[in-house]
């Protein structure tokens, strides 16, 4: 039985998920930086220790100085986690050096990485990889350096893949790196049984992979640089073509008139390429009409459309609020979509409010925008979407997760289709089970866990009397899970503890979300 996340990868999700997305990649980088340092000590990595101190400290006064610039000239945060991860990563790429013109090369390479997030941007997102751009221009124009990949070495080969493994894991992108890896390891591996058979060599299975494996640029590239979210397209089946096309033509460079191949770092700007003529779309222009509160924790936001806006029930949009002073996290943020694409040009949202004692710069801006505000969705993404044909779905949300289940039933019912669902509903208290009457319009089976007891539920719902949520209890009140396609949208930490009780049903796929 396939099942898109188990229970073990959600605690560990939830772990991961107190850290943020850049904080992670930095604090993985770093730690495989001294794990190349000591092994530079021991001489089992090429760089010595003094070129990989002075190199990356070369990057990173160029990168840093580049960003800064940059973000006060556009009046946007610095975040310098970002600005360290593009310098460690370009470490790891480039031949590190303590000549001149070797570290002239190495700055170069990143004041052109760092430039590239700015001048080739679309929407407010860099459309190619910044440090796989910056490492190709110096190597193909010869500019004092170039990819030498060092860090595809036996020695690094399991620290990269333990703690790449933590960070795909983070991105929820482990799929989509394994498809790379896998094509491109064994595309590798023909590659080297042809040429060594034209050439009149053995070749051997087991040479090919180890060195297709240990010795090459694919783990480290796959984990750190493939999976960055904002080079990726927002579907999963768009994804897996951007991960094969880059696995075959890193497994198999091809030569371009003799002098560069599109192999390695310029495979990775290939599917780039590819990527964002998935995402190509126009920035769609929102109009708040109206806001209340759902319940006395949740906020509605009620939006008009000013164009065309195509997204299906369950997947989240990209809200852009500007506003003066953003904090390090800047004026974007995620929101699962709350209304049903039949309802369109009508778009609203919901989130959770007045929960925080220091809320974000963002979510002070977004509570202070009023009707007739205009705002801007810069694209919608997700696979939280209902599988195709009339199978039976449970859906389990946890609080301000319901948001996705209730676009999707209002589908349903928008397009007359019959399907058995039944809808389990977590809140601390019933006065939080928000959009009661929306959810008994649509006719589908609800049961409710709240500490204390709603009011006059209606027909189709039930409470579960203040017990909690358990595989024993969710098997009694649902005893043919085992048939359903199982949902679950709620925070981390409530997902990693309501998981296992739904391991017994026919799929499992998860929609977690955090703090904004």
């Known amino acids: 039985m396939i099942r898109s996340l188990t229970a073990t990868r959600q605690r560990v999700l939830a772990v991961l998920a107190t850290i943020s997305m850049y904080r992670l990649v930095l ?20 760089p010595g220790p003094l070129e990989l101190l002075v190199s990356f400290a070369v990057l990173a006064i160029a990168i840093c100085a580049v960003d800064a610039a940059a973000q ?12 360290l991860v593009s310098s460690l990563i370009l470490l790891f790429v480039l031949q590190p050096s303590l000549e001149p013109a070797g570290l002239g090369g190495l700055a170069l390479a990143g004041a052109l990485a760092s430039l590239s997030k700015y001048l080739i941007a679309w929407r407010g997102r860099h459309i190619l990889n910044p440090a796989a751009l910056g490492a190709a221009l110096v190597s193909i124009l010869g500019l004092g350096t170039t990819a030498s990949w060092w860090v595809g070495t036996p020695a690094m080969a399991i620290p990269v893949a333990l703690l790449g493994l933590a960070v795909v894991w983070r991105t929820e992108k482990v799929r989509i790196v394994l498809v790379f890896a896998v094509i491109a390891i064994a595309v590798s591996v023909g590659r080297q049984a042809v040429q060594l058979g034209a050439a009149g060599l053995g070749f051997s299975p087991g040479d090919a992979l180890s060195l297709a494996v240990l010795q090459s640029p694919i783990l480290f590239l796959g984990a750190f640089m493939l999976s960055e979210p904002l080079t990726l397209p927002p579907r999963r089946w768009q994804q897996v073509w951007v991960a094969a096309l880059v696995g075959v033509l890193v497994g198999w460079p ?37 806001r209340r509160f759902a319940t006395p924790m949740v906020q509605e936001l009620t939006f008009r459309t000013k164009s065309r806006l195509r997204f299906v029930a369950g997947q989240y949009l990209e809200l852009d609020v500007p506003h003066a002073h953003p904090d390090a996290r800047g004026t974007r943020r ?10 369109l040009p009508t778009l609203r949202i919901a989130y959770k409010d007045g929960d925080q004692k220091h809320p974000s710069s963002y979510k002070r801006a977004l509570a202070a925008a009023q009707p007739g505000a205009v705002l801007a969705v810069t694209g919608t993404w997700g696979d939280f979407v209902l599988p195709r044909g009339d199978g039976p779905v ?8 319901v948001t996705p289940f209730v676009s999707q039933l209002r589908q349903l019912r928008a397009t007359g289709a019959e399907r058995d669902v039944v809808l389990v509903y977590v809140a601390a208290e019933a006065a939080e089970l928000a959009f009661r009457e929306e959810l008994e319009q ?29 595989a024993d209890g969710l098997h009694r009140l649902v005893p043919d899970l085992a048939a359903r396609h199982a949902f ?24 977690a979300f955090a703090g904004y």
């Open 27 to 46: 604090f993985a980088l770093v730690a495989l930086g001294g794990i190349a340092l000591v092994l530079s000590l021991l001489g089992q990595v090429g």
């Open 72 to 83: 006060r000239i556009l009046r946007l945060p610095w975040r310098i986690e970002s600005s």
């Open 254 to 290: 091809i030569p371009v008139a003799g002098l560069f191949t599109l192999g390695q770092e310029r495979a990775l700007l290939i599917g780039n390429l590819l990527a964002f003529a998935f995402a190509l779309r126009g920035s769609v222009r929102l109009v708040l009409e109206q």
């Open 334 to 343: 995620e929101f699962s979509i709350l209304s049903a694409p039949a309802d």
């Open 394 to 401: 449970l859906m389990v949300a946890a609080g301000i997760g």
């Open 442 to 470: 649509t006719g589908a089976r609800v049961l409710a866990f709240t500490r204390d007891e709603p009011a006059a539920l209606p027909a189709s719902w039930t409470w579960g009397r203040g017990a909690r949520l358990d």
């Open 488 to 511: 679950i949208s709620g925070p981390p930490r409530l997902i990693a503890d309501l998981a296992p009780a739904l391991q017994q049903a026919r799929s499992l796929t998860t929609d």
